[in-house]
Nanobody, 115 residues
Framework: QVQFVESGGGLVQPGGSLRLSCAAS????????MAWYRQAPGKERELVARISSSGYNTYYADSVQGRFTISRDNRKNTVTLQMNNLKPEDTAVYYC????????WGQGTQVTVSS
């Protein structure tokens, strides 16, 4: 059974930082590109960042380039998203999943950026 457990969200002021973690299970983790997505109220889910199966190649949405860093630990089946210089428009529920997946979403973790 594919499962993702996201954690690390919270309320932070603009300019602050958060570190999100995702524990994945139920599939061959090292065979998949992994990604972080987010969904803000009233908007569609969007891709935030992607990392190759080896961890050497990454991609970031223009809106987070230079502020967010995605990484993975293939020994622990975990994916991390370090978020710096957070902005109010980063407020959303953040999810991790296999890149390109259409199902098996976890519960996500809420990130709220507000003063």
């Amino acid at each position: 059974q594919v499962q993702f457990v996201e954690s690390g969200g919270g309320l932070v002021q603009p300019g602050g930082s958060l570190r999100l973690s995702c524990a994945a299970s139920g599939f061959p983790f090292t065979s998949y590109y992994m990604a972080w997505y987010r969904q803000a109220p009233g908007k569609e889910r969007e891709l935030v960042a992607r990392i190759s199966s080896s961890g050497y190649n990454t991609y970031y949405a223009d809106s987070v380039q230079g502020r967010f860093t995605i990484s993975r630990d293939n020994r622990k089946n975990t994916v991390t998203l370090q978020m710096n210089n957070l902005k109010p428009e980063d407020t959303a529920v953040y999810y991790c999943n296999r890149y390109g997946a259409r199902g098996d979403w976890g519960q996500g973790t809420q990130v709220t950026v507000s003063s």
